[in-house]
């Protein structure tokens, strides 16, 4: 089979023009792998989820009976002991749910929104 001598140039030529279009459509194009974009859809999802169930542990807090003092405690306790704080005390409890980690996002939130 004889191919003519222009085809290797053009298959270089489109071959180069592949690769050099993938480095740029992943680095400044915006390109994303489906890993990646999974897993920024998790995040994003995770993120609402604490920003939803924050003022309701807000609410729970402020409705305790002895909130003012709680409060006290809260904003005297160091800044990354806090979220432990609310935690400890079950105003972040998530009925239902046996997330831990979820539970000290909505804690930590929950904190900061009470010591503002």
Do not use: Y
Not at 29 to 54: F, I, P, Q
Request: aromatic residues 8%.
């Amino acid at each position: 089979m004889n191919i003519p001598i222009e085809t290797k140039p053009a298959l270089w030529g489109a071959f180069g023009g592949a690769v050099a279009a993938a480095i740029i459509g992943f680095s400044w194009g915006g390109w994303t792998t489906g890993g990646k974009a999974e897993a920024a859809a998790s995040m994003r999802a995770n993120d609402a989820v604490v920003g939803a169930l924050a003022p309701v542990c807000v609410e729970r807090f402020q409705r305790a009976g002895d909130a003012a003092a709680n409060l006290a405690a809260l904003k005297k306790a160091d800044s990354w002991a806090q979220g432990e704080f609310v935690e400890k005390g079950g105003w972040a409890a998530i009925p239902g749910t046996s997330a831990p980690d979820r539970v000290t996002a909505v804690a930590r939130a929950c904190a900061a929104l009470l010591v503002v």
